[in-house]
């Protein structure tokens, strides 16, 4: 079988990139767990205010023994416990896929704890180990293709949501507002800013790379299958960049686990799609 | 042809997919039922970036009348990016978060001391100002500062709080 129709070699390839995402998410919580105390700012005292479910009731006793400090770190624990026990467990993809809904359970619990301050790639990370979690499980090739194109999609979407949006701000053409993330202390570069100032039509012209990438990634999945390598490439150099400029470590990991079922997806409609068109 | 189990659950898939697009048009309505946070927003810097870096300081002060100076809230300092560990990012985005769902009270100085962002963070300047010296009442304020651009530390005040009892 060629490499790209193993399903579940894919699904369990994305499953690990997310849990790469997942893990560093969990330990930088834990590292920051004196936040968490009930004077703290991820405080569930104040956090379960936002629901009369959560703070009375049988449901509000139970959230305080589950989110309220110290027993939260239970939860997280439990899941860089699991984590590692799908790294150790890769080989079985049965057992992976009950470790990766397990990792899913812990991760909504985790989330559900409170909507502030969570990231987008949090929740890319903890969807796609859900997704590929349910098709490990069920061995079945439909759900397993089911379960590549739901990744893929949350992939093209993640890109051209927030391209599509910025076509229409002339300040993203003319390169003014990626200034202003580059200016800003918690996501820019001091280095990179003072260079972007003096050469404005760098930045106008990375703006424009941005812009063109992110739009057009879900269009690079219907075209002739490996040009999609170009577009996966130069999207995994671009998060290595977000990374070490803007601090947005989790992102890497998050959209990497998305890039092989976009590569079988491309690779599914080149194969199936277009030669049924012929 | 697929088995009804496996039918059943690539439904479930594509009905997930399709409420992840939905969602992406408007956050608010469908968002709001998104109890298992499983509808990511992707809305990344678009479509406009935040303008500045948003940052909080307290002040005490006591019986007497005597104001302390500010202290800033949070520790860390500027972004180093760093491809696996960042965990000051997180709580970036918490200051971000708190200020986005203060802004919307900000004229409202009635009830603006109900809103759960302004709870948070009064409960937590509280404790951070309990220790302090003859500190009886605490007061905080969320700031802009226009990052590498001007470095000479001044800032704008975006919100101020109402001076509460520790």
């Known amino acids: 079988m060629h490499w790209i129709d193993n399903r579940g070699a894919l699904l369990l390839l994305a499953a690990l990139l997310s849990g790469v995402c997942v893990l560093i998410s969990t330990l930088e919580s834990i590292r920051l767990l004196s936040h968490f105390r009930d004077d703290g700012i991820f405080s569930w005292v104040a956090a379960s205010a936002r629901s009369k479910h959560t703070c009375n009731g049988t449901l509000g006793k139970f959230c305080r023994v589950l989110y309220g400090y110290p027993n939260f770190i239970f939860l997280l624990s439990l899941r860089v416990v699991c984590i590692f026990g799908l790294f150790l467990n890769a080989s079985n993809y049965f057992a992976a896929g009950l470790i990766c809904l397990l990792i899913g359970v812990t991760s909504i619990l985790i989330n559900m704890r409170g909507r502030l301050g969570g990231n987008g790639a949090d929740q890319i990370a903890s969807n796609t180990i859900i997704v590929a979690g349910i098709a490990l499980c069920i061995d079945s090739k439909f759900v397993q293709g089911c379960a590549l194109v739901f990744l893929a999609i949350q992939v093209a979407l993640a890109y051209a949501t927030p391209s599509w949006l910025r076509v229409f701000q002339s300040s993203w053409w003319t390169g003014e507002d990626l200034m202003l993330i580059i200016r800003s202390q918690s996501y820019g570069n001091r280095h990179l800013w003072r260079f972007m100032v003096e050469r404005r039509k760098f930045t106008i012209i990375t703006s424009f790379i941005v812009i063109a990438f992110e739009s057009l990634f879900p269009f690079s999945l219907f075209l002739p299958f490996p040009y999609v390598i170009i577009f996966l490439i130069f999207g995994f150099l671009f998060h290595l960049m977000n990374s070490f400029i803007m601090g947005l470590n989790t992102f890497t990991w998050a959209f990497l686990a998305g890039y092989a079922p976009c590569l079988w997806l491309s690779h599914w409609i080149n194969q199936e799609f277009y030669s049924s068109l012929r | ?166």
């Not at chain 2, 760093?82 to 997180?90: G, Y």
């Not at chain 2, 809103?115 to 802009?144: D, P, W």
Request: glycine share 4%.
């Open chain 2, 1 to 166: 042809m697929a088995e009804p189990h496996e039918m059943f659950l690539g439904s479930l898939m594509l009905i997930w997919v399709v409420l992840i697009a939905l969602v992406q048009f408007d956050r608010v309505s469908l968002g709001r039922y998104d109890y298992f946070r499983i509808l990511p927003g992707f809305r990344f810097f678009a479509p406009r970036p935040i303008a500045y870096d948003v940052k909080i300081f307290a002040r005490t002060a006591s019986c007497e009348g005597d104001v302390s100076t500010w202290k800033e809230l949070f520790d860390y300092n500027q972004n180093r990016g760093n491809l696996i560990w960042n965990p000051h990012q997180k709580l970036r985005k918490m200051v971000l978060d708190l200020y986005r769902e203060i802004a919307t009270f900000r004229d409202a100085d009635e009830i603006k001391h109900m809103c759960l962002s302004y709870l948070t963070v009064l409960n937590h300047s509280s404790a951070l100002m309990k220790g302090r010296k003859q500190a009886n009442f605490v007061q905080f304020i969320f700031t802009a500062e226009r990052g590498f651009q001007d470095e000479s530390n001044t800032c704008e005040i975006l919100f101020q709080s109402n001076w509460h009892t520790i």
